[in-house]
């Protein structure tokens, strides 16, 4: 077992995040250029996320399905500026034992091409649309500054694909998706996310539009935790998808696509854990409760026999739940279940029995009371849901108290390296994006839907001409 | 949607089972050599097989994790046998965008030498033994005479590997996972399998034993439905996996690996299937019952309502119920259901509403029944079950008849040619082995576990040398 200090937020952040995944044993480089092992116990909150979010997908009547991984490289070259987007970070399989093929295949950085290839074929008349489709799978995109979960050259995600009648179907459609992830993001995740459409520059290769969910980091900085696009008729059209309408007349389809990735779980580390190490919201937990029963050689057979008893309630609860029996002693059982973030720990001792007592503490405030046996399964679901809540409003208040709306090109400076987010008027020019991100490094996260436009000022805050629209800045991953 | 006639068994085999893929919309050929693109219905397959087997697996304390994709070529020569069986097959990445990599990766066949790097890095102790992990991913090996499902360049999977302090638990362990697949075979998908190990020529490159589960299809063929490997210590000492025991000893642990991928779905379609299209058995059955609501314009309203109820009670019964109120013709939805092999279909018209019943059709007998509204919901669960166990017992007596004992080399290629499996005793060489597969494309495809071997005739039914084993031989896909 791992007992290394972890290095605190404010001594190094990055630092920190590395020191968390390894302490909590979620995930470690792999001896492939940025590529990761996601562990056991990190894949299992990536199993929590693919059940949730899979779930909300089939409600919705979305269909999953499985493309291939190798992607013709001709494909890739069907539209300009999707290739232009992806071409320096396409691995590249060019042979077969010491065989060289005849023709070069790319591994999938996303799979529009090879999807709409297959939807050529399958859409015919307006009779099969809408297409719903998804598919979870590996990806990769050559990754230079491998960060675990963040930014590695492959990831495990979920790509959907839809088909439709209508541009306002699709567009509509891609609205829809981006709401599932911000329901998902605030209610399960705990994280408060800013919902809104990507400027020109930081759309997907080939979008028309690009929604996104933006999230605040424990650092000010932005993790991009979902994005939703449009494309309109554009790709249908390169890949040749047609459906004959019902006033006959031969028409290209209307598309979308969506993806969530295995980067949300760098986002769900860097948004609740402390320097004591991981903190998870209960409802993404692989393990809810713990259960520790310390054993001192005093009532050792009945301590056990009452904490695989209050397991069995809990289990009926519908509740996650470890009983820890391994033969480590009772604190170093408790710090290595702080470092991995169970929601709530209970502790039943000699004396603790003796009074049909437990001592709880909840992961999130370190708080600790004392609960009669007889009432720990109500007031252990009670205090999940309080802490599922409580991880929300703490990560909602540090986030709004870092969101500052600014005037001048200083005070935006100031801002900016205070490590906030700073919303400022904007010429709506890829320059100006440009000649800022090389300036401070800084990017536009997004257009909040909820952002009120009606008191724009009339200058962009870096350019002085005409501003446009208001829009979100800030550092990201 | 798709009209073509499904060519008999009997006329061409190969042909009807690509004809009731297509027919039941489940898979295609994808624009990249040998591989498929799963589509909707096909892949909702291969999600229940996912979720009983990985609900199995989580019961033995096996836990998911995630590997990469690529491999360092230089790791897979690690292990001589093991690379001289894959090297053909490994699709190679030389490149990323125009650059050439510094190291060739390779697409994983199969994931042991990666994963048994960081075994050396997880494994320290016998106290982090047994460690039990899988994963659910896309593997690729070259193909050159692709078949849907049973052979692409690309396919998906599960592959556990597990580690063990002593050889005789690994071994063990590897024949537990080999219950495991027997039983989901059989219980699940309705197929009787023989259970064995493979003699030295069928081995999986590396492994000291690999057990298997063979099933036979309706042209006599076998397919092997899922192997399980035991390694002893070979790969772990070629990999520098040890852990100091409590006798205070640096030693290598054991270790096995197992696996079950989407050429399963090839064998359930080939087992069940008739000339009419696939059949499903109820416990894998995407959609388990089909309502074909039968409208002719007279009380069209009440059908459709008394449908709805219908479905919304088989539901409540966990039951997976597809309403079809598409506006194709009523004799078109039993076509294509038919074809889809949803094991059952109730169909309601004007004068079965006015009868308050319905007919209900099984699609393993085609078997037409009446059935009051009251009784609808126990008789279709009735029926269910029924199906389940008829296609067992049908596949069962199909493949017991189809397995013979033979004496001498005469009645070995005749009942061969008759397209059965042939027990026959050997001389267990490897020379035998490659001799009978060149002059009659039979393999041996286990020592079956149940089978009596005391009665073991003196020679070699080949060679003519001193017999060691009965084996079954058999063509296989």
Same mark, same amino acid.
């Given at each position: 077992m791992n007992q290394k200090k972890i290095t605190t937020r404010?001594?190094?952040?990055?630092?920190?995040?590395l020191d968390v995944i390894e302490a909590a044993d979620l995930a470690e480089h792999a001896p492939v250029r940025g590529c990761m092992i996601i562990k056991p116990y990190g894949y299992a909150i990536w199993e929590n996320i693919q059940?949730?979010?899979?779930?909300?997908?089939?409600?919705?009547?979305?269909?999953?399905?499985y493309f291939p991984l190798l992607i013709p490289e001709v494909f890739m070259t069907k539209e300009a500026e999707h290739i232009e987007g992806f071409a320096p970070e396409l691995a590249t399989v060019t042979h077969v034992g010491t065989e060289k093929l005849p023709e070069n295949y790319v591994i999938r950085p996303t799979s529009e091409t090879i999807i709409y290839d297959a939807f050529s074929r399958w859409v015919k008349s307006y009779r099969d649309l809408p297409v719903l489709a998804n598919q979870w799978c590996n990806v990769m995109r050559w990754e230079l500054r491998p960060r675990l979960f963040l930014r590695t050259s492959e990831?495990?995600?979920?790509?959907g694909h839809t088909v439709h009648r209508t541009?306002?179907?699709?567009?509509?459609?891609?609205?829809?998706?981006?709401?599932v992830y911000k329901t998902f993001q605030e209610e399960i995740m705990a994280t408060p996310v800013i919902a809104g459409e990507k400027t020109a520059s930081e759309r997907f290769a080939g979008a028309k539009r690009t929604y996104t969910v933006e999230a605040m980091m424990q650092d000010g900085k932005a993790v991009q935790n979902g994005t939703s696009h449009f494309f309109g008729t554009t790709f249908a059209s390169h890949f040749g998808v047609e459906f004959l309408d019902s006033d006959n007349k031969l028409k290209n389809p209307s598309t979308t696509s969506w993806g969530v990735s295995t980067r949300m779980i760098g986002s769900l580390i860097m948004v609740h854990s402390d320097d004591k190490g991981l903190v998870l919201p209960p409802k993404i937990a692989p393990i809810q409760v713990v259960i520790i029963?310390?054993?001192? %050689?005093?009532?050792?057979?009945?301590?056990? #026999? +009452?904490?695989?008893? &209050?397991?069995?309630?809990?289990?009926?609860?519908?509740?996650?739940?470890?009983?820890?029996?391994s033969?480590?002693?009772? %604190?170093?059982?408790?710090?290595?279940?702080? #470092? +991995?973030?169970?929601? &709530?720990r209970i502790e039943i001792g000699p004396k603790d029995l003796e009074n049909n007592m437990a001592v709880v503490t909840r992961r999130d405030t370190s708080e600790k009371i004392t609960i009669s046996l007889n009432e720990l399964n109500s007031k252990t679901i009670d205090l999940l849901d309080d802490i599922q809540v409580n991880l929300f409003q703490r990560a909602s208040n540090y986030r709004d108290e870092k969101i500052v709306e600014v005037?001048?090109?200083?005070?935006?400076?100031?801002?900016?390296?205070?490590?906030?987010f700073v919303i400022a008027a904007y010429d709506g020019t890829v320059e100006t994006?440009?000649?800022?991100?090389?300036?401070?490094?800084?990017?536009?996260?997004?257009?909040?839907?909820?952002l009120d436009q009606s008191n724009l000022p009339e200058k962009c805050i870096y350019s002085g001409k005409k501003a446009v629209v208001k829009v979100i800045f800030g550092k990201s991953y």
């Amino acid at each position: 077992m791992n007992q290394k200090k972890i290095t605190t937020r404010e001594e190094d952040f990055s630092q920190w995040y590395l020191d968390v995944i390894e302490a909590a044993d979620l995930a470690e480089h792999a001896p492939v250029r940025g590529c990761m092992i996601i562990k056991p116990y990190g894949y299992a909150i990536w199993e929590n996320i693919q059940k949730i979010l899979d779930l909300e997908f089939k409600k919705l009547g979305i269909e999953n399905a499985y493309f291939p991984l190798l992607i013709p490289e001709v494909f890739m070259t069907k539209e300009a500026e999707h290739i232009e987007g992806f071409a320096p970070e396409l691995a590249t399989v060019t042979h077969v034992g010491t065989e060289k093929l005849p023709e070069n295949y790319v591994i999938r950085p996303t799979s529009e091409t090879i999807i709409y290839d297959a939807f050529s074929r399958w859409v015919k008349s307006y009779r099969d649309l809408p297409v719903l489709a998804n598919q979870w799978c590996n990806v990769m995109r050559w990754e230079l500054r491998p960060r675990l979960f963040l930014r590695t050259s492959e990831f495990l995600w979920q790509e959907g694909h839809t088909v439709h009648r209508t541009e306002q179907e699709a567009e509509e459609f891609s609205r829809k998706m981006l709401e599932v992830y911000k329901t998902f993001q605030e209610e399960i995740m705990a994280t408060p996310v800013i919902a809104g459409e990507k400027t020109a520059s930081e759309r997907f290769a080939g979008a028309k539009r690009t929604y996104t969910v933006e999230a605040m980091m424990q650092d000010g900085k932005a993790v991009q935790n979902g994005t939703s696009h449009f494309f309109g008729t554009t790709f249908a059209s390169h890949f040749g998808v047609e459906f004959l309408d019902s006033d006959n007349k031969l028409k290209n389809p209307s598309t979308t696509s969506w993806g969530v990735s295995t980067r949300m779980i760098g986002s769900l580390i860097m948004v609740h854990s402390d320097d004591k190490g991981l903190v998870l919201p209960p409802k993404i937990a692989p393990i809810q409760v713990v259960i520790i029963p310390v054993l001192l %050689g005093k009532n050792d057979e009945q301590i056990l #026999k +009452k904490a695989k008893e &209050v397991q069995a309630n809990l289990i009926a609860q519908s509740l996650s739940v470890k009983l820890d029996t391994s033969d480590r002693r009772p %604190g170093e059982k408790i710090f290595s279940w702080e #470092k +991995k973030g169970v929601p &709530v720990r209970i502790e039943i001792g000699p004396k603790d029995l003796e009074n049909n007592m437990a001592v709880v503490t909840r992961r999130d405030t370190s708080e600790k009371i004392t609960i009669s046996l007889n009432e720990l399964n109500s007031k252990t679901i009670d205090l999940l849901d309080d802490i599922q809540v409580n991880l929300f409003q703490r990560a909602s208040n540090y986030r709004d108290e870092k969101i500052v709306e600014v005037n001048n090109w200083d005070e935006f400076k100031k801002e900016i390296s205070a490590g906030k987010f700073v919303i400022a008027a904007y010429d709506g020019t890829v320059e100006t994006e440009k000649a800022i991100k090389d300036e401070l490094k800084v990017t536009t996260r997004c257009i909040p839907f909820n952002l009120d436009q009606s008191n724009l000022p009339e200058k962009c805050i870096y350019s002085g001409k005409k501003a446009v629209v208001k829009v979100i800045f800030g550092k990201s991953y």
